[in-house]
Each structure stands twice: as C-alpha cells, then as structure tokens.
C-alpha cells in the first residue's frame, strides 16, 4: 500500500497539532488576539509570500513534465493574484502601506522557514520542495476549515479577524488546497519507506518552522 499526505501528519502529529491549534490560531478564531501581534505578522508574512512565490517559481523551473509546470504555475498564481492580492489591500485596511511594506526587515524566523524551504528545493527534487511546501497551503486551508468548526470562533463583524479566516476558507484557496493534496497523494504512492521518512523529516522542520512563526507574532519579535 503506498503513502498519501495523511502519513506526513501521522508522522509529526505533535508539532501538526500545535501548528493548527496555536494560541496565535485561537486568538484569530475567538477574535481575542492582540493587534499588535496580528499587525507585526501580517507585515512579515507579507515578505513570507515573496520567498513562497520564488519556491513556486523554483517548483516550476523544476518540474519534467507540462502537468507538473502547470501544477507549479497554478500554486504560483494562488500565491501572487489570491493570496498576496488580498494581503496587501489586507494591511492597507490595517493601516501597512505598500511603502511600509518594502522597507521592513526581516524577523529571524521568517529568514528560517523561507530560507529552509527554498533550501530544501534547492538541493532536493520537486518532491522534496512540494512536501516544504505543504504546510504552508494545506494548513492554513485546515487552519480555516479547523477554526471554522469551532465554538470558540467569532463569525462576522464582531471579529477583527474575519477577513483572514474567510480568505483561507475562500474557494480559490481550498481549491489550491485541494490540488496539492490531490498532487502529493499522486507522489507519495510510489515512495518506500525509507525515503517517506526523509519527507516525513522535512515535513516535520517546516512545522515547526510555521509553528515559529505565529510565536514570533504572538512574541512581536523581529
Ligand atoms: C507563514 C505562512 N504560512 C502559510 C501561509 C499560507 N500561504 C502564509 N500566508 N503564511
């Protein structure tokens, strides 16, 4: 029987748990989380984005087939005219102008989680790169979609935050979602057991590495 994506979270459900359920997540969810916090993060994610388009771009100079350039291109356009799209006019809302935004530095923990993955593709294959890849677009779509069954969550206008939650819900990005998944299932069938656990490793590094930086959200530290 071959492996799906489902193995790469059984593998590191831990680190996946408290990645999907950070305090930065339940702060966001319950509208309860300082702004400062949520303002310091959606500055650097907006340098995240960046790097994660070049990793795309990477993903597409890798790829040997049309079907895995047009499976590299379509995650490029999620991240470029969904995701960052929406970011900016996101901090222009929140008082971040475009200016701000190209004169900010950059906190270590963004340098470390975009680094490693463009990193890991580097020197990796299109596998390697896709699975450092993952936790960035399937969880935050399993962000939404967790934050969504949740009692906790404020829905509308009486949160701050419900902008974020409804863009991780929106249909372009599960849509994203949804063909990564559909994508690494593919992959992940063919692999043996030695090299799922090379990818299970990577796997686990970039969770952490996303779990490092909602902490340096919630930390405001550059
Ligand atoms: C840090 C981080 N991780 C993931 C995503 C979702 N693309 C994001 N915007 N920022």
Same mark, same amino acid.
């Given at each position: 029987?071959?492996?799906?994506?489902?193995?790469?979270?059984?593998?590191? $459900?831990?680190?996946?748990?408290?990645?999907?359920?950070?305090?930065?997540? /339940?702060? #966001?969810?319950a509208?309860?989380? @300082?702004?400062?916090?949520?303002?310091?993060y959606?500055?650097?994610?907006? #340098? %995240? +984005?960046?790097?994660?388009?070049?990793?795309f771009?990477l *993903?597409?100079?890798?790829?040997?087939? +049309? &079907?895995? +350039?047009?499976?590299?291109?379509?995650?490029?356009?999620?991240?470029? @005219?969904?995701?960052?799209?929406?970011?900016?006019?996101? !901090?222009?809302?929140?008082?971040i102008?475009?200016?701000?935004l190209? $004169?900010?530095?950059?906190? /270590?923990?963004?340098?470390?989680?975009t $680094?490693?993955?463009?990193d890991?593709?580097?020197?990796?294959?299109? +596998?390697?790169?896709?699975?450092a890849? *993952?936790? !960035? #677009?399937v969880?935050y779509?399993?962000? &939404?979609?967790?934050?969504?069954?949740?009692?906790?969550?404020?829905?509308?206008?009486a949160?701050?935050?419900?902008?974020?939650?409804?863009?991780?819900?929106?249909?372009? %990005?599960?849509?994203?979602?949804r &063909?990564?998944?559909d994508?690494?299932? &593919?992959?992940?069938?063919?692999?043996?057991?030695a090299?799922?656990?090379?990818?299970?490793?990577? %796997?686990?590094?970039?969770? $952490?590495?996303?779990? @490092? %930086?909602?902490?340096?959200?919630?930390?405001?530290? #550059?």
């Open positions: 029987m071959g492996y799906r994506f489902d193995d790469l979270t059984t593998a590191c $459900r831990d680190d996946w748990r408290a990645y999907i359920e950070h305090d930065f997540v /339940r702060g #966001l969810g509208g309860t989380l @300082d702004r400062g916090a949520f303002r310091h959606l500055q650097q994610d907006y #340098l %995240f +984005l960046i790097h994660f388009a070049r990793a771009a *993903a597409a100079y890798k790829s040997r087939s +049309l &079907a895995d +350039l047009r499976h590299a291109h379509e995650g490029l356009k999620a991240i470029l @005219d969904v995701e960052l799209d929406l970011h900016v006019g996101y !901090c222009r809302d929140w008082g102008s475009e200016d701000d190209a $004169r900010l530095p950059e906190a /270590r923990a963004t340098l470390a989680y $680094r490693y993955v463009l890991t593709g580097n020197r990796g294959d299109l +596998l390697d790169l896709h699975v890849l *993952a936790p !960035c #677009l969880g779509g399993e962000i &939404a979609n967790w934050l969504s069954a949740q009692s906790f969550t404020q829905r509308g206008e949160n701050p935050f419900e902008a974020w939650i409804a863009m991780y819900e929106s249909d372009d %990005f599960q849509g994203a979602m &063909a990564e998944l994508w690494l299932d &593919a992959r992940l069938a063919d692999v043996t057991p090299r799922f656990n090379e990818l299970a490793t990577i %796997f686990r590094d970039a969770t $952490r590495l996303e779990i @490092d %930086f909602w902490q340096m959200g919630l930390d405001q530290r #550059l």
